[in-house]
């Protein structure tokens, strides 16, 4: 108990008495009346997390329900904490680390002692010897136990300087491990579909996507290390990363060329891994949930040795589902470990290891017919044209490691490393439509990929002067590698004249589809770059930033005659390489006060192309250039963050076709192209993210996307709408919001997702299609309780209102593949901290 009573009357009835003491009542008169029993004490409190909620008030009010939440006996005279206000705390929090953020600022000092905890103000020679500890404010970028939508921490994703989300020229997300827990966010294409500006497509059931700004994004990031999600055909098919092991994600819409090197100017998705905690923490986490899901999950964290110098961490997941599709149901497993070591106060070293496998049955490897003019054929949700014998297998091993060291003179030199092996073996149907016949015929499939990517990165940072103030400097280099082995086999017809609406799974016996070598690359890509925050003014801050890339792409591809054929009829090699790209990145930042800054920043990225012109060279990258002016708030000392945002995308030198293929050297057996293709997105983005009340965290976004061709070889392109299946309005809210009073324990909160019209329209053997999906918005919500303070119980339910809409469209009637939203679920979680 606060405040405690007993204590509370003497200092009552003493109250002259006590104020002539003055200062030599502190913490030292406190600790001696709890080591000689004058105030009772409690067993000691855990030193595991618990779940606090407290919302911005009184200091006084906050350390009697803190006491409460945590099992805490707080000791203090009324006049230390007189007058003062405290900040909104809520998460999954040590007592310690609760105490110091109510006590940031304050100059007020606490010492525990297991439950009993004292508070003081420090007098001079007397709080010497007490060694207490003090609460300050700490810049550390984790999100877990923070409770909150957003971070004050740094964020390296966009320029590797560590910066803050306002002192940051570009939009910048952060999506936290609150949210991601809140939302039951459980795989990395539920933070996309979540985040804002993003969008989450699928082609077929497994294979996935993303795009933002209207543009592909075809990078992943790892701690910072850049992955490929175009370096080969497997790279989509193994985005289902489990979030159990990460943090937070760092998004970066726009071109991010400093961050990736080479790519599109979409956004750069960065995942942060989960650190081990110098405090023993131990959860274990299960849910079950409509059509047979369930899911376990356990997470330990702590010192492995006596002075904490060695940490370790551990996530193990199981989770095997069913479907509201009939005949799907799939099974993961994943682990994850790391380690930390500090060789002193300087150095650290991380190694860590994921291997995460999905097995999946029953799926199919693309998604619904439509009719040939594109039309919906008004199947069943359940709905499924995959076999018994049907599976999807993927697995995946990746290892990190850094080596960190931070110097005297605040700068650092980091070194870090990331190796992947990715596979897939699956076994499958995708369905043909013969348009003049209208006949629809199911193909078998037979896939089996190896993917290796090696990312590596040393760079250095810190302060400098010039002209009597103070700068940061950052550079450093990049090495990336992937390589593809790629066999399959597709064509094989397993039934024409299919019966879409009365389809039977166990009909057609499994077939035998031995593999043959199909496809075999190799992407190089060396760095150097260097990025400088040059202080101008007290209020003003330019970011000038370059990077010069070497690219080298080496590709086999094997051609066969017919579906029988076991020898390639062709082989073909193609071969280019990049040198010297310049990648070039500026920004100014001005403070307008201490809540708002202005900014406008350009920053562009290149990605290579294969494309050869009329005398047979290979043609210039593709260049995307990123402008953008924006305001940026924060509010309530980093609480709450906003932003909105204005952004001009251009991506140039898209290849096209030459209408007159006589003037290619290589004619007729070569086509030849040319460099003059321009796409341009330009549009607005709003986002709040935090909260908006003590107890209130909200995380919301709108964006519009306007992109359209402005140069193409067919005229007639030129002004249309470019990439029709990607939203032009998106609109996304996310909200919590946790009770107060006799209902503290109980939180509540929900998401909206809103998409405006998107389709696909054209020709197909003389036909004319357009396949389409009206505006629609779907509806979660969620409900929490604290039970214990050990003991959280949450509710999730999905597409509250049942909601049947298409999450994605097909682009091609002959080979169709729309693909169902899900229907309304419901997920029971329980989280229990040992």
């Given at each position: ?56 008030q ?63 103000r ?104 850049p ?32 961050a ?23 959860s ?5 949930g409509n059509?047979d ?10 010192s ?61 490897f ?37 080596l ?51 990312s ?49 799974s ?62 390639p ?44 012109d009329a ?33 001009r ?8 076709k ?29 986002e ?25 070889a ?36 929900g ?64 080979f169709p ?14 989280n229990?901290?040992?």
């Amino acid at each position: 108990m606060i405040d405690h009573p007993d204590m509370r009357k003497v200092i009552n009835t003493s109250s002259t008495a006590l104020r002539g003491l003055g200062s030599r009542f502190n913490a030292l008169t406190i600790s001696a009346m709890l080591a000689f029993g004058a105030v009772p004490a409690q067993s000691l409190a855990q030193e595991t997390a618990v779940r606090i909620s407290l919302p911005a008030q009184a200091l006084n009010n906050s350390l009697i329900q803190l006491g409460e939440q945590a099992s805490l006996q707080i000791f203090y005279l009324p006049e230390t904490v007189q007058g003062l206000n405290a900040p909104s705390v809520t998460g999954n929090l040590t007592p310690d680390n609760a105490l110091q953020r109510l006590l940031a600022g304050t100059g007020i000092e606490f010492r525990r002692n297991g439950s009993n905890v004292s508070l003081s103000r420090p007098a001079s020679g007397t709080v010497t010897a007490l060694a207490p500890i003090v609460a300050q404010a700490s810049l550390d970028s984790t999100t877990e136990g923070s409770g909150s939508y957003t971070t004050t921490g740094p964020s390296t994703t966009a320029t590797k300087l560590g910066l803050t989300l306002r002192e940051t020229p570009q939009a910048v997300t952060v999506i936290t491990r609150q949210r991601i827990e809140d939302q039951g966010l459980s795989s990395v294409n539920d933070v996309v579909q979540s985040a804002p500006g993003l969008t989450f497509r699928r082609f077929g059931p497994e294979r996935a996507s993303f795009y933002s700004r209207g543009m592909y994004v075809d990078n992943i990031m790892y701690d910072g290390l850049p992955v490929s999600l175009d370096g080969s055909y497997l790279s989509q098919d193994l985005l289902g990363t489990d979030m159990a092991v990460y943090d937070r994600a760092e998004i970066v819409r726009g071109a991010a060329g400093m961050a990736l090197g080479a790519g599109n100017p979409a956004a750069a998705i960065n995942l942060i891994r989960k650190r081990p905690t110098k405090d023993t923490q131990v959860s274990l986490s299960g849910s079950t949930g409509n059509w047979d899901r369930y899911r376990t999950e356990l997470d330990a964290s702590g010192s492995l040795d006596t002075d904490g110098s060695l940490r370790g961490r551990t996530v193990v997941a199981y989770q095997k589902n069913h479907s509201y599709k009939h005949t799907d149901k799939s099974e993961r497993k994943l682990i994850y470990g790391i380690l930390e070591k500090d060789f002193g106060p300087q150095t650290t070293l991380t190694l860590s290891v994921l291997h995460q496998q999905d097995d999946l049955d029953g799926n199919g490897f693309t998604g619904l017919p439509v009719a040939r003019d594109g039309s919906d054929l008004h199947l069943s949700r359940s709905t499924s044209f995959a076999n018994d014998w049907e599976y999807w297998n993927k697995t995946t091993t990746s290892i990190y490691g850094s080596l960190e060291h931070r110097f005297d003179n605040d700068w650092k030199v980091n070194l870090s490393a990331y190796h992947s092996i990715a596979k897939l073996d699956m076994l499958g149907n995708y369905i043909g439509l013969n348009i003049p016949n209208n006949i629809y015929t199911q193909y078998g499939s037979r896939n089996q990929h190896t993917e290796r990517q090696n990312s590596y990165d040393l760079y250095a940072s810190g302060p400098f002067e010039l002209f009597g103030r103070q700068h940061e400097l950052v550079f450093g280099g990049n090495y990336r590698k992937v390589s593809f082995d790629g066999n399959t086999r597709q064509g094989s017809t397993l039934i024409s004249g299919m019966d879409i609406y009365n389809w039977d799974s166990g009909a057609i016996a499994k077939p035998d589809i031995p593999l043959r070598d199909w496809f075999d690359s190799s992407i190089e890509q060396k760095s150097v770059y260097t990025t400088a925050r040059l202080n101008l003014a007290d209020r003003l801050k330019l970011i000038l930033g370059a990077r010069l890339d070497w690219f080298d792409y080496k590709d086999t591809s094997y051609g066969y005659s017919n579906f029988d054929a076991n020898t390639p009829s062709s082989i073909t090699r193609n071969q280019y390489n990049i040198t010297r790209n310049v990648t070039k990145y500026a920004g100014l930042v001005y403070e307008v006060d201490n809540q708002h800054s202005v900014y406008a920043s350009y920053t562009d990225i290149f990605k290579p192309q294969s494309y050869l012109d009329a005398n047979q060279t290979v043609l210039a990258p593709i260049k995307g250039k990123n402008y953008e002016i924006g305001i940026k708030g924060e509010y309530f000392n980093g609480a709450l963050n906003a932003s909105a945002t204005l952004f001009r995308l251009d991506q140039a030198n898209r290849a096209y076709k030459l209408s007159d293929q006589t003037s290619c050297s290589g004619y007729p057996s070569q086509v030849c192209y040319a460099a003059a293709g321009l796409v341009r997105s330009q549009g607005v983005e709003l986002e709040v993210q935090g909260a908006i009340l003590p107890n209130w965290q909200v995380g919301a976004g709108y964006t519009y996307t306007n992109a359209k061709y402005r140069e193409d070889a067919n005229p007639l392109n030129v002004g249309q709408p470019f990439d029709t299946d990607t939203p032009r309005h998106l609109f996304k809210l996310s909200s919590t919001y946790q009770l107060t009073g006799d209902w503290h324990r109980w939180r509540v909160g929900g998401s909206v997702y809103w998409q405006s019209t998107i389709y696909n329209e054209g020709t197909s053997s003389g036909v004319n299609y357009r396949v389409e999906q009206k505006s629609y918005a779907i509806a979660d919500l969620m409900i929490g309780y604290q039970a214990t303070p050990k003991l959280d119980i949450r509710l999730n339910i999905n597409n509250l209102f049942d909601k049947t809409y298409y999450s994605a469209i097909t682009g091609s009637v002959p080979f169709p593949s729309n693909v169902y939203g899900e229907p309304r679920s419901v997920m029971l979680s329980l989280n229990y901290k040992l």
